[in-house]
C-alpha cells in the first residue's frame, strides 16, 4: 500500500484543518487507518485510528472531542479533521494502514505502511 498524506499547513489556535491520506496500490478497504503524529524531540505518538469498515474509531485522550477521524473507501481516502487547534497540536502528521484491520491498536509498531508526513503548524 502506497500512502500519500496531504492537508498540512499553519493555523492559528482555535482553528481548523482537515489531513487527507490516500492509498493505492492495494485494496484499501481491508486495512484498518491510523493518524499519527511526531514532534520536533518527542516520539511518534498515536492520534486516532479507523477499522477497515469505519465502523470503529480509537482517539487519544489528548484530541478527543476535537478531532474526527473517518474514511471513505470508494475514494481510497481516509480523513482526520482537526478542529479547536492548539500548539500542542504542531507536529508532523503521517497516516498508516494496518492490515489486521481492527484498527484497535495504539503502537506505531503494529502498523505495516506509512505515508511520508504532512506538517501541522498551529500559531497562536
Known amino acids: 500500500v502506497q500512502l500519500q498524506a496531504s492537508g498540512g499547513g499553519l493555523v492559528q489556535t482555535g482553528g481548523s484543518l482537515r489531513l487527507s491520506c490516500t492509498a493505492s496500490g492495494r485494496t484499501f478497504s481491508n486495512y484498518a487507518m491510523g493518524w499519527f503524529r511526531q514532534a520536533p524531540g518527542k516520539e511518534r505518538e498515536f492520534v486516532a485510528a479507523?477499522?477497515?469498515?469505519?465502523?470503529?474509531?480509537y482517539y487519544a485522550d489528548s484530541v478527543k472531542g476535537r478531532f474526527t477521524i473517518s474514511r471513505d473507501n470508494a475514494k481510497n481516502t481516509v480523513y482526520l479533521q482537526m478542529n479547536s487547534l492548539k500548539s500542542e497540536d504542531t507536529a508532523v502528521y503521517y497516516c498508516?494502514?494496518?492490515?489486521?484491520?481492527?484498527?484497535?491498536?495504539?503502537?506505531?509498531?503494529?502498523?505495516?505502511?506509512w505515508g511520508q508526513g504532512t506538517q501541522v503548524t498551529v500559531s497562536s
Open positions: 498508516a494502514a494496518e492490515r489486521k484491520g481492527y484498527g484497535n491498536t495504539r503502537d506505531w509498531w503494529e502498523y505495516d505502511y
Open positions: 479507523i477499522s477497515w469498515s469505519g465502523g470503529s474509531t
